[in-house]
Nanobody
């Protein structure tokens, strides 16, 4: 079983930046794909960004050029740097790895 503990997030004005971090309880070097997802009330959870063990990344079209996902295998963390945030980025963000989810972190962007 993998425990994923998230940190970061909060309230920011439109155009601002936030950074999310996710610390795993295991050596993530053996986890092929890790990612960040988000969910708003009444909507399905959607992929925001994913990163593979060899560093390949993929992003939702809505965040391309603004968000950057990274992983630090030495620290067993995966991070999401969010720049130029928009009100529509407001959601609960979840870290995902190995079929496990983090606890969720609220990100609120005010206009």
């Amino acid at each position: 079983q993998v425990q994923l503990v998230q940190s970061g997030g909060g309230l920011v004005q439109s155009g601002g930046s936030l950074r999310l971090s996710c610390a795993a309880s295991m050596n993530i070097a053996s986890i092929h794909t890790m990612g960040w997802y988000r969910q708003t009330p009444g909507k399905l959870r959607e992929m925001v960004a994913i990163i593979t063990s060899d560093g390949n990344t993929d992003y939702a079209d809505s965040v391309k050029g603004r968000f950057t996902i990274s992983r630090d295998n030495a620290k067993n963390t995966v991070n999401l740097q969010m720049n130029r945030l928009k009100p529509e980025d407001t959601a609960v963000y979840y870290c995902h790895a190995h079929n496990f989810w983090g606890q969720g972190t609220q990100v609120t962007v005010s206009s």
